[in-house]
Structures are given as structure tokens and as C-alpha cells.
């Protein structure tokens, strides 16, 4: 007897199920998608104990004639192609025709439809994949599945779903990335009898947006709009200072299919590179549209993962979408103060210490009795003339009085004192420590709550002995710079800035980090790149996959500075970007092979990201330190270009090169309102 089975249709049906149907919330996914192609623009989506037991989707779409129900379940029936070619250029969200028969083989189904010209609808059931009936029923236009018994007939995969409260979550998600697809669309949610949300269905993504995760994550996205070479990238990301600890924030939508592309992702990341910390992510809702032609969506049974014909240009165009709309972006992150609760204990507060000077050492560590008195030194008391106000900068060491000079230009002299370094001594002067002056406290100190350890404070020194600041040479063109007041600098490290509405606290080593570090990157893109030859080529083993895309772009690569010949065993660099050292060289190359081979990167992207990487510590050890002195003029030249406001084009300094943010505002309402002075 032979060993080979021809499986009946029953056992195939299953199978072919279990590639398409594996919980609940592809069964939605499947639905919605088909309500979508049908031309509806509301749909409401029902589930009950996460889906396992009941699943209903009603649309307002284009519905079935009654004979149209029985095809509608078999496999391979769809109305979406009709011939190989039209795979070539797939525009619909189905098209394989599996998701209806995959799903009423493991459940028990029924369909009601009616077109809008049609006087009664049609009512299919179905039961494991078997039709059991069609008759003439009443019902709206349009078309709703209800799914009940998901896997009664398949113990075996049942066994293997989540509880109810994980599998409400999945659909959740599902639910929620098709909404965000289609904001034309009206989409109502419903769990266990609870509506979860409700979309406008107005075609405003950003309403969208608010709809589902709040007005905080909807207010502070900044809005994206490219076209280049016939893609068209649009839709919203987050701000430098709304970001999240993983990808799962991260949508995009090919053509209004959501999928997960790597190429994409790896865009957006790179776009936020010195903007956020490196192990954070942001949130976007990215909408690329292209060609049909152009990109290959039946790849993955799910549908989740596409192929481009290429992928260099979805890089680009994301890239410099996503990087364009964060240069655009100048709001800083806010503080905002919190309303006490009548009746309930105030948070235990730092101890009030006062210096020599009678100037608090701790500007913003109170209790509540001495806050109405000290809030009114930071909140001008009417409108000072703004001339006046430019040239007021008052500090919280004696003798620290502005005046009105120019910064000073960077010279030998302007490197922050250090204490001597012992002789033959190899490594890098410190400070020595100074004690901190004791202060009066409470019998019972509460523990302090500090924003950073500034590290060892050395003594109060007078203006003329205050250090300078490095500092770049003075624009020819005068910035454009709001009306301020410097009125104080906490823990000689963050410095208090008093605009008309609002208070502004900037980390001054951050700010100057940043300041150095844009301009080090203007300075760097403004040479044209240049090659040193070296004596001995430099040997770099590399798979043929990393060689071939070195091959393909090799102009490019050789525009930076690089050169290169294969080898048997990877390539030999003989020519390498006089911007770097010979050292760093072969992993810059190596990187640079392995993100195009992957379509994770790009030339022009990745070696701009591996020369600002490289700037990053230039940077941060000439930039002014935390817990030091520094006089007057140097500290008004940083606020001076925090607070500017950028040109056309331009970006507002927001983070520091390693993804903090230099600067945080207070707004006066807020004070006010903490104070009962606004309701």
C-alpha cells in the first residue's frame, strides 16, 4: 500500500486555515480588510470575550446578491483579481480569497448582505465550513459577519490562545492600525458591550490620532508631507521629546496596508539619530504611497511584510521626510506644575538654604510657606522696558552683574581651570573638590530631590575670577532673539530664563554641547570631501552580499572619500575620508556595507550619521561643565542662541548630540494656577 495520501477537502480546508486564522484578531483583520474594499465608510467591530466567542463586523460597503454567499466561503473565490497580470499591480487590501473560507472552516459563521438597490438582503450560515442554509432576510445595506465558536472544531489550536484579556488586547491593535489606515472611515469599537472608541471618519488623521491614544500624543506630533520621485510620504511623527521604550508605536502603511517594513523603520531611526536617546523609539503614523507595480505585497501569509523593487528611494524619501519635519519643529518640552489637593499632605520639601549673599542657594527647593515669597523673584512684577530687560542678568553668587559685551571668541585662555596635573601624569586633569558650605536645616532634613549630580562645586568666585566659556566666533548676522532675563542659576548648572509668558530652565553644559556640535556639522558638510591615500591598503574581510552593494553604489561611496578594490577574501581600502582615522575606517566601510545589503541605510545617511557620531565626544569635552562657574557674558551667549529663533528651514536647538533635552519651560498660567491666581 502506498505511503502517500491525497488529503480530503475538509483536512486541506483546515490547514490552509491555520495560515491565515491563528487568534481572534486576524479573523478581524481579515473582515475589516474585506468591509474596506467593499467602499465603506463607517464600520463597527463587536468582541466578546476577546473574540473567542463572538466577532461581528457590520459595514455600509457595496454587500452581495444572494448567489454570491456560497462562492463567497470557498477557497481561492474572490472579486478582487481575475488573472495572474493583476498581481502585478495589487491596489486592494485581499486578494488571495482565503480569508472567508479559512475562517468559516474553525468557527460558525453567518453573513447578512444586501445591495443598495436590492428589496430584501440575503442570510448565508455556515457551520465548521459546511454551508447549511441561505435564505432572504431584512437588513441594512451592506454587510455583517458574525463569527461565534472560533476553533470548536480544532481543540488543538484553541488550547493555544491567550486569555481573554490578551486576546482583547490583540484585536485592540488591529483595530486601532486600520483605523489610523483610513481616517475617512468611521470606525466604532466595541469589547464585552463597552464602546473602546469611536473615529470621525472626517479624513483628519490627526483627529484620528486624538481618537485613540488622547489629545497629549495627538497635540505634540509634528506633521510630515514629502514627494520625491513619485512617492509620496505623509502623515505625523512624534516630537524629540515624546518618545517610547520600544517599535510598537512605530505604524506605517503602504498604499493603506499596514505592514512592517524594516527599510522604513530603519528611516525613521536614523532621521531621530542626536534628537533622542539611542535607546529609545518614537511614535509615527507614516502613510507611503507609490506605484503598485512597485512594491510586491504577497510575500507574507498575513500580508504584514512587502518587498520593494527598491528599496534606496522608500530610505530616502522617509529619511529626509521624517528628518525635515523634526528641523521644522522649535516647542520645548514643558514642565507642568500640579494642583495640590485640599485636604491632602504636601510632598515633603527640600530645605530652604541661603548662601552669603541672601540669595537662595536651591531656587526651586521650598516648603509651601516660603513659595508665594519666592515664586515673586521669578515672576517680574509688571513689564520691564525690554532694553533693560536684555541687559539684566542676575546670578546666584555675589558680584555676578551682566554686562553688555559681545561674547568672547574662543582662544588658549578660555579652557575651563583645572587643577594641576602631577608631573608625568597621563591622564585627564579633574578639579579638586571643594566642600559645600554648610547651611541651616530642619531637625528632620527631608531627602533632596536633585535633577543631576553636577558633580564636585568648587568655591564662589568673584566676575573677575569666574572662568570663561569656549565659544565659537560671533555670526555676521545678527539672530533674531526674544526679549529675556537671566534671574538666577540653579546648582551652577541650570540656568533660569525669564520670557514674557514663561520661565525657562536650560541645562547650560547641554545647550553649549549642542551649540558646538551643530556647528562642528555645518562646518564638516561645508567642505567639500576630500581623500588621504594610504601607504598600506587596509584589508576588510566581507561576505558577497556586503561586496555587491559596495559594487552598486561604489560612485557614491567614492563621492565620501572612500576607495576600494575586491579582493579574494573582501576588499582592500586604499583611500579613505581625511575626516576620519585609519583606524575608524574599516567600521565605517563595514557599516556602511551592511545597511544598504540590508536596505536598513544608505550611503548618503549612514556616513552623515558615522561622522556626526564621531563629533559627538569633540563636542562634549569642549562644551562649558555643570557645577562650574562661568561669567556673565558667556552665559548670556548660550541663552542667547537657545532662545533665537531659527531661520527658514532651520531647526531649534531642543536636545543635546546624545538625545537629552537641553531646556525645559514653565509657563506662567501654570504658576498662576498653582498659586489659585486663574481657575
Known sequence: MGKINVLSFDVANLIAAGEVVDRPASVVKELMENALDAGATSITVEIQNGGVSFIRVS?????????????????????????????DGIATLGFRGEALAAISAVSRVRIFSKVADAEFGALLSCDGGSVVSVTETGCAPGTTVIVEELFFNVPARRKFLKKNSTETVAVTGVVEKIALSKPEVSIRYITDGEVKFMTAGDGELRNTVFALYGRETAGRMLSVDRTDGGIHVWGYVSDADSVRSNRNMENFFINGRYVKSRTAA?????????????????????????????????VHPAKLEVKFSNEKIIFDVVYYAVKSALEASSARPELTIGRSVPGTKPTAAVPQTTGKSGVS??????????????????????DPSPNAVRSQIRLNTPGMQAAATPAPAISKHDIPRQAPLKENSQTEAVPTPAPVPESPSPAVPPKP?????????????SKAEAEPVPVAEVEAETPEIPDYVIIGEAY?????????????LIDKHAAHERILFDQLCENMRARKKSAQVLMFPIALPMTEAEIA???????????????????ENGVQIHEIPTEISRDAAPEMLAVLAGRIADGTGTVESTGEAFFEERLYQASCKAA???????????????CDRILCVP????????????????????????IERQFSRLL
Not at 531611526?269 to 507595480?293: D, G, T
Not at 551652577?492 to 525657562?504: A, G, K, P, S
Not at 562649558?624 to 548660550?638: A, D, F, P, Q, T
Open 647 to 670: 531661520k527658514d528651514g532651520a531647526s531649534a536647538i531642543k536636545t543635546c548630540p546624545h538625545g537629552r533635552p537641553v531646556a525645559f519651560e514653565i509657563r506662567k498660567n501654570s
Open 624 to 638: 562649558i561643565k555643570g557645577g562650574r562657574l562661568y561669567n556673565s557674558e558667556s552665559i548670556k551667549w548660550v
Open 449 to 461: 530631590i536633585t535633577f543631576e549630580d553636577p558633580g564636585p562645586i568648587p568655591p564662589s568666585k
Open 361 to 382: 542657594a536651591n531656587p526651586f527647593w521650598v516648603s509651601d510657606k516660603e513659595a508665594s515669597k519666592l515664586l515673586s523673584t521669578f515672576i517680574a512684577k509688571g
Open 492 to 504: 551652577n548648572c541650570y540656568v533660569i530664563v525669564q520670557l514674557e509668558d514663561r520661565l525657562i
Open 549 to 567: 552593494a559596495l559594487e552598486e553604489h561604489r560612485e557614491q561611496i567614492e563621492a565620501i572619500g572612500f576607495s576600494f578594490r575586491r579582493d
Open 266 to 298: 530603519a528611516a525613521l531611526e536614523q532621521a531621530y539619530v542626536s534628537r533622542i536617546p539611542a535607546e529609545k523609539f518614537p511614535f509615527c503614523v507614516l502613510n507611503i504611497e507609490l506605484n503598485p507595480a512597485a512594491v510586491d505585497v504577497n
Open 59 to 87: 459595514d455600509n460597503g457595496c454587500g452581495m446578491e444572494a448567489e454570491d454567499l456560497p462562492v463567497a466561503v470557498l477557497r481561492h473565490a474572490t472579486s478582487k483579481i481575475r488573472e495572474a497580470g493583476d498581481l
